[in-house]
């Protein structure tokens, strides 16, 4: 069974169509990336996938459990970084925070844990909202722009991190408009007219400014 | 790990949240006793007529206690107003983040209305120390559950506040209007005329009341006491549904942290032949798989036989249309 199988997903705001029909299944351990212009719809896909938004049509099936990473940081300024890992410990009902810490120290913010979330600087900030979405291990880990705010060497370590996820089973969606994403990712599609297209496109579609190539995956 | 377990988590990180909204604790701390302070210097002392429906008599009091109550009351809803406005408007996001991730949504909100409590029972009690330094109400403790009512009426009011408007500016603007002109028409300085009807419809109508009673004749009511329950139970109820709503779970996970398997299914189909001969396959419930086999030349339907069984089969996924 696929962890995660998308069929003929519509939504619509107000009457404008932005998802005409999505469909795509993820496979067991791979990195899967969706990329698209500005407004394609990317977001909204992904909130809905989480269970943020309803979908107007369609259907989603799920064969496990779910992280999601938003593409806006959601924190409680007023909580200490520790006090945030004890609250999602509860919410996914972990016996223990392991692997949180094991996350926090591998993206450098150890020294931070007893820091409100609202006295961190931005790209700290998206490592706490990174560690919440990967905290409880799961098998589908969805990613709306997951690095924004990080310098390069978190940059790459953010990718070591996703990768070690799909060696060791996972499945591993991410929203990205970097162009130096697209060769890291196992499966690549591109979200244009409400719906997901074969990956053949070239960078200079992306919102980066990289020299066009034309990128193959899949 | 209980609902009690998440419950008193929640209880924590709300009442630290409240302790760290410096805006609210300065208030507190300053804004009372300045307050009070000024209304007992400014305000004339000298007899005034109230119509207290408690006992459905006209009392006269002193006027400058009685704007002390209404500057007490004006404080203490002011500050629990913003406070729970704060909170809620603040957190919106956050919970819903940990309602999704499996958090109980019960455990959030029962949460909040303790820290409520906590926070207007605090508030009232420094508000009514602070009023003491200048003269003793009657009956001190009902007096007290007056302003303590008065506080949690506009917790509620905060709560819905909080979850329908985005902007702090909004909700600020709202409630400190709201307060204004609630507390202060119900003063007989501000508008003689006192005891018309329609002021049973204001938020701390009750609570005014009670306070008056307390301090000064020692008429109490229940009644009055639940008027202000109710707008508290009004307010609070709307907030808490919009909350509800807005941390809604669309996949509807009961437990996150468990895989989800997939349901069995049942699809219903129409099955027509067109014109030209081909089959039209309608669902009226749930997805339809069709898969013909590209090697079979019949081109037969065989539904029965999963995909995944057959490399050779290609598998399109009709329609989701639900009618």
């Not at chain 1, 060497?153 to 799909?166: G, H, K, P, Q, V």
């Not at chain 2, 013909?292 to 399109?316: F, G, I, L, Q």
């Amino acid at each position: 069974m696929n962890p995660l199988r998308v069929v003929d997903l519509h939504k619509a705001f107000r009457g404008r169509p932005v998802l005409t029909g999505v469909e795509f299944e993820l496979r067991t351990g791979e990195l899967f990336g969706i990329i698209g212009e500005n407004g394609a719809g990317k977001s909204t896909l992904l909130r809905i996938l989480a269970g943020e938004l309803a979908a107007d049509r369609g259907d989603i099936i799920y064969g496990g459990t779910l992280g999601y990473c938003p593409q806006k940081i959601v924190l409680n300024d007023e909580l200490t970084v520790e006090q945030h890992l004890r609250f999602f410990q509860r919410a996914y009902r972990r016996p223990g925070l392991l692997r949180a810490h094991e996350l926090v120290e591998r993206l450098g913010f150890d020294q931070h844990r007893g820091t409100r979330a609202g006295l961190l600087s931005g790209g700290t900030r998206q490592k706490l909202n990174l560690v919440i979405a990967l905290m409880h291990d799961p098998d589908v880990v969805l990613m709306d722009e997951p690095y924004q705010g990080f310098d390069w060497d978190n940059y790459l370590n953010f990718w070591s991190i996703a990768e070690e996820l799909r060696d060791q089973g996972r499945t591993v969606l991410i929203i990205s408009h970097i162009a130096h994403d697209i060769d890291r990712f196992d499966r690549l599609r591109r979200l244009r007219n409400g719906q997901l297209a074969e990956p053949a496109i070239t960078e200079s579609t992306l919102n980066g400014t990289v020299p066009a190539t034309v990128v193959t995956a899949g | 790990m209980s609902w009690n377990d998440s419950l008193g988590d929640a209880t924590r990180y709300e009442i630290a949240q409240h302790g760290r909204n410096r805006v609210a604790l300065a208030l507190v701390v300053a804004f009372i006793p300045i307050w009070l302070t000024l209304v007992h210097m400014i305000i004339p002392s000298g007899p005034i007529a109230f119509h207290h429906d408690v006992t459905g008599r006209v009392v006269e009091l002193d006027a400058n206690q009685l704007s002390m109550i209404s500057g007490a009351m004006n404080a203490v809803t002011l500050i629990i107003g913003f406070m729970m406005f704060s909170a809620v408007r603040r957190s919106s996001d956050f919970d819903r983040r940990l309602v999704l991730a499996g958090y109980a949504r019960s455990a959030l909100l029962v949460a909040k209305l303790l820290a409520l409590g906590l926070a207007a029972a605090v508030v009232s009690l420094y508000a009514t120390s602070v009023l003491m330094l200048f003269w003793m109400p009657e009956l001190l403790v009902p007096f007290y559950l007056s302003l303590v009512l008065s506080g949690l009426t506009y917790g509620g009011i905060g709560i819905l506040l909080g979850v329908v408007f985005r902007t702090e500016l909004a909700g600020m603007f709202l409630i400190i209007m709201i307060s204004l002109v609630d507390v202060m028409v119900q003063n007989p300085i501000i508008t003689p005329s006192t005891g018309v009807d329609g002021f049973s419809l204001l938020p701390t109508y009750g609570a005014m009341q009670n306070s008056v009673g307390a301090a000064f004749t020692g008429d109490l009511s229940l009644g009055y006491f639940l008027l202000g329950m109710l707008w508290l139970a009004g307010a609070a109820l709307i907030g808490l549904v919009a909350f509800h709503r807005r941390t809604r779970d669309h996949i509807g996970r009961q437990d996150p942290s468990v895989p989800r398997q997939q349901p069995e299914r049942t699809a219903t189909v129409v099955v027509s032949v067109t014109a030209d001969g081909s089959l039209r396959i309608r669902s009226s419930s749930g997805p339809v798989l069709v898969c013909s086999c590209a090697t079979d030349e019949s081109r037969e339907a065989r539904p029965a036989v999963p995909a995944e069984a057959r490399p050779d089969v290609r598998t399109t996924v009709l329609t989701t249309d639900r009618t």
